[in-house]
């Protein structure tokens, strides 16, 4: 795939711009904002009365975007993505159609783990951070080996995964995974000083639940998705029928859409769970994205990106078939459908809970599953974190500073401000009042006349690391290469 690149100049202008600086404090503006040596030089208030009391000078720049009615935001992280390496999931050339749908949408960090492919996934981040790639940055999660049985295995692992490079750990723990082992890895990755701890996604067939998690890992652990956490709360096990098998995925993504159902029936003890995740420092990853299909088949695989960003080899990907994970609608029912939209109503209500009550939240998408691409499915997680009840000025934190600390960032964690990296996304429109407006295929809006229809929106650039990113040339790489291979 051939086509837009990172283009660094000595000094870029972003002007008379409004910006979200992700620390949870309301928009300003309008500022000019300096860019030189890949970082923020300056922020400079250009608004009436900072015009007319201080008069203060503008910024020259080798580039200047005239950014009049736009939103800049930090540049966005994906806190849970797999890149498709090793399959042809996204056809031939899968890594950079990922990435340039992750820039595009404003995204400028993902985390990624490698399925034994982190050797690869760590010279993408090293050619990423050297702009010599088209690509997001990457902080990489050390698959972990399923050989590991013990507890000294574990700390072994843990050696040769720091030895490798990694920033973390993903683990989906099988039934030999013990609290112990957790607890070892998670101090192997204190102790080896990986910035981005360990994510666990805690399978329903795993003896492990959140409270086993927590306790382990403390503030160096996350919590993947939507699983453990009702697990830890009911007094027993989930009411399966008897016939019910785990290893069968429509019975596995049936009957989970029941299972806040059965934890909202003690409601204190999730609570309580849940405090115990806030009190350790755990981080919750919810991912609420990744399932929507199961609330709406039909909306899921009929999303107006699919036909010009979704490359064929990934929709056949999407598509029911036995033998392939995350394929499973050969009998989706009604029934399961109105589950699964309650279960969004519970599962919403604690994520909430979770956020009031001091918890770390981070917004991933699990992409590429379930007819969720790259780029797009991350603002749609931004929209339901606000389905959940929480201020778009709250969510965008979550995506940006929130995900940075978790991943050890210092610098990227403090968002935009004066010496920090210049990592940020232009938006064609307010994102806090629409979220919608930073989706590649953008929004409808009426022009002045209020008769004529026009279609704007969109992130119109990208910013990572002082480099330029102009997203409808990504978007349009995207589309020529889904062309290409219909």
């Not at 805690?202 to 956490?229: F, M, P, R």
């Amino acid at each position: 795939m051939s086509g837009s690149k990172g283009v660094v100049y000595r000094r870029l202008v972003i002007r008379d711009a409004m910006l979200v600086n992700g620390r949870g404090t309301p928009p300003y503006g309008p500022v000019d904002i300096l860019i030189e040596s890949g970082r923020v030089a300056e922020i400079v208030n250009v608004d009436a009365i900072s015009l007319n009391r201080y008069k203060p000078e503008r910024p020259e720049g080798d580039r200047v975007i005239e950014a009049k009615g736009m939103y800049v935001l930090p540049g966005l992280v994906d806190m849970h993505v797999h890149i498709n390496i090793a399959d042809d999931k996204c056809g031939p050339e899968g890594p950079e159609y990922a990435y340039k749908l992750f820039l595009a949408h404003g995204v400028t960090t993902i985390r990624t783990c490698g399925f034994g492919t982190d050797e690869q996934l760590l010279e993408h981040k090293r050619l990423s951070a050297e702009n010599k790639i088209t690509a997001p940055n990457l902080a990489v999660l050390g698959s972990w080996p399923s050989e590991a049985h013990t507890v000294e295995e574990a700390r072994e692992a843990v050696k040769k995964l720091k030895e490798l490079g990694v920033d973390g750990i993903k683990i989906i723990p099988r039934p030999h995974v013990t609290p112990e082992m957790l607890q070892v890895m998670a101090e192997g990755a204190r102790e080896a000083g990986l910035p981005a701890g360990v994510a666990i996604h805690i399978a329903q067939s795993s003896e492990l639940d959140a409270l086993d998690v927590t306790y382990a890992g403390l503030d160096k652990i996350s919590i993947e998705h939507t699983y453990g956490i009702p697990q830890a709360a009911l007094p027993g096990t989930q009411d399966f029928p008897p016939d019910y098998n785990y290893s069968d995925e429509v019975d596995r993504f049936r009957w989970d859409g029941y299972i806040w159902h059965e934890a909202d029936l003690y409601e204190d003890d999730v609570m309580g769970v849940l405090d115990t995740m806030i009190e350790n420092g755990t981080v919750w990853n919810p991912t609420m994205v990744v399932y929507e299909a199961h609330r709406d088949y039909e909306r899921a695989k009929n999303m107006p990106w699919h036909s010009r960003y979704t490359v064929r080899h990934l929709w056949e990907a999407f598509s029911p078939q036995p033998g392939r994970h995350a394929t499973h609608f050969f009998d989706w029912k009604t029934s399961d459908e109105i589950a699964w939209k309650e279960k969004y109503q519970i599962w919403m209500r604690y994520v909430r809970y979770f956020f009031e009550n001091g918890g770390t939240l981070t917004a991933g998408s699990d992409t590429a599953f379930i007819y969720q691409i790259f780029g797009f499915a991350l603002i749609r997680e931004l929209e339901l974190f606000q389905e959940a009840g929480i201020h778009p000025i709250d969510v965008v934190k979550i995506a940006t500073t929130n995900a940075h600390t978790c991943l050890g960032d210092e610098e990227r964690s403090l968002g935009v401000m004066k010496g920090v990296p210049a990592d940020l996304c232009i938006v064609d429109g307010n994102p806090l009042d629409n979220f919608k407006v930073m989706y590649g295929t953008g929004v409808d809006r009426y022009a002045e006349d209020g008769v004529t229809m026009t279609r704007g929106g969109g992130v119109r650039y990208t910013i990572k690391g002082g480099a330029l990113f102009d997203c409808r040339e990504l978007l349009a790489d995207v589309e020529m290469y889904v062309n290409e291979h219909r």
